[in-house]
Every structure is written in C-alpha cells, then in structure tokens.
C-alpha cells in the first residue's frame, strides 16, 4: 500500500455499509473494498459494533471473496472502545479499552430488563465487550420498536441512577454524588448504546490515525462516511487536527449541520434522488471513488 495514498476511508457500519434492514452488508459492497484496497486505498472500520459484528459481517465476506494476502484492514469498534486488525487469513488480535468500560453489573442489569420486559421488540447484545447495547429485532416494525425504545431508555436511566452512575441522555442528565455524568444512553435508529461519555467517533478517528501511522501510512486526504449526527465527529476531528476531509452523510433528512469548516457530500452530489440513502449512498460513493481511481490510473 502505498505510504501517502491520496485519499483514506473512514467508514461507520451501520447505514452506509451494513444495511438497517438486513443489518447484513451486500456482496456489491464487498467486491468495492477489495477494489479499492487492491488500489492502495486504506479502509479503516470506525463503527459502534462490536468486533464480532465485524468479523461476521466484513472481514468473513471479504476474505470469502478472494482477499489478498497482502492486504490488512483496521477496525476500530464500540466507538473506541475495541479495535483489531484483520487480513486474509484471521482476525488479530482484539484490543479493548477496559478504563471506558460499562460497569459488569449494570449489564446483568439491563440483560435483565430485556428479559423479562422488552424482549418482544429487542434484544441484548452479548457480543460488546465495553459498551451495553440493546438492538431492534428484525421482525418488529419500526413504529413498536421506538415506542419500546422509549420506554427502555427511561428504564435504563433509572437503573443507572440506582447504582450511582452519573448519567446523561439527550438533555436529561442525572449526575452521581460527585456531580459527574460519566455515560450516555445513546439512542439511534435500531438501538440503544450504553457508554462511557469518553467513547465517540472522534476517539476511533484518533485511533484510525495511529493504527495507519504505525504501518507508514499518511493520508492526503480523508472520506468520513457515517448516517448520523454523532458520525461527524469523525470529520470534526481530523478537520481540528490539520487533515484535509469530506464528509459523507447517507441519511441527510436528519439535517446537515451548519458551520461545518469542510465539505458535506450527500448522494444528490453524485446526481441521485434523495430517496438513495443508507447502503444505497454507501455503494454509490465507494463506486464514485473506484471510478476516480481508475480515470487517474488510466
């Protein structure tokens, strides 16, 4: 690969690679990493998933689909929190964070609660190794699943405040003895995310900086890819800290926000509906920069 690759890849999975729906990512979109990696592009994971998630749903495809031996791809999961590094043969080893972990017994709690009252629109995720995640089942619309989610939050809020943890969710916040809220309760479109307040999109790009600093790789440029608010975060720090960036926002009807000191890309740039968003977007930047590629090598 080589050390100053025009442009880097910094990609949040759920949304613009791994579909909402499906929650699983389409062979499309795996044949244009390989493409684009095979191309000296580095793509690196930044994702609130678990490492699991990853090596089930990325790493397991792409290797399936003739990665080659050369390559090697960073994630950097639970928002920080955990990171590896894959190649064609196996998973490396996973790194976690163990300081921005959730406390273990506040997540007996809330598997608890799934359990016996929320198990009929969500699930606890055993995967996470720093965060406690509750996710959407697939066969619950999305209309009982918010009405839930409500409900769950509120919940979880209150089993926080119970054993003393500082918390905050939104605009309400209920500090511990000492006045700290040291977790959110972050709610999206098909989960709740509990959290250390340190963890965010910002700290995987600080990762993602490094980990391709120890391999001699120094970017020109960047691509932030992300389907919410907190994803410009990622933009947001590399932009602080000197590096030419875009950002890519493949669920713009949220609102775009303002004063941005970089460029925001949606899939209109590229000459599509509005309606073309999530893994759909996602797709079509990555066969975007293919093809910029492949007019520069032609």
């Not at 690196?44 to 031996?69: L, Y």
């Not at 939104?170 to 959290?195: C, K, L, M, Q, V």
Request: charged share 25%.
């Amino acid at each position: 690969m080589p050390t100053n690759p025009p442009f880097a890849l910094l990609l949040d999975v759920d949304g613009p690679i791994a579909s909402p729906v499906t929650r699983d990512v389409s062979p499309e979109i795996i044949a244009m990493f390989l493409e684009l990696s095979a191309s000296g592009i580095p793509i690196v994971f930044n994702t609130g998933r678990s490492d699991d998630f990853i090596k089930h749903e990325v790493m397991e495809p792409m290797i399936a689909a003739g990665m080659p031996p050369t390559l090697s791809i960073h994630a950097i999961c639970e928002k920080g929190a955990t990171w590896f590094t894959f190649d064609s043969k196996r998973a490396g080893e996973v790194h976690v964070d163990h300081k921005l972990a959730v406390p273990g017994n506040f997540s007996d709690g809330i598997r608890q609660l799934v359990t016996s009252s929320f198990s009929d629109c969500m699930f606890f995720d055993e995967t996470k190794l720093a965060m406690v995640s509750v996710e959407q089942n697939l066969d619950t619309s999305d209309t009982d699943y918010r009405r839930a989610q409500t409900e769950f939050d509120a919940a979880a809020l209150e089993e926080m405040a119970r054993l003393g943890l500082g918390v905050r969710r939104h605009d309400i916040a209920r500090p511990d003895t000492n006045g700290d809220t040291n977790f959110r309760i972050d709610p999206t479109i098909i989960s709740t995310d509990i959290e250390s307040m340190a963890l965010g999109k910002d700290l995987g790009a600080k990762r993602a900086l490094g980990m391709l600093a120890a391999d001699g790789i120094v970017p020109d440029s960047w691509f932030t890819v992300g389907d919410s608010r907190t994803d410009y975060a990622m933009a947001d720090w590399l932009a602080v800290n000197g590096h030419e960036v875009s950002h890519v926002d493949v669920r713009p009807g949220d609102g775009i926000p303002s004063g941005k000191t970089y460029p925001v890309l949606t899939a209109t740039d590229l000459g599509l509906a509005e309606e073309v968003i999530h893994d759909h977007a996602g797709l079509a930047f990555l066969r975007h920069w293919r093809g910029l590629l492949g007019a520069s090598l032609s």
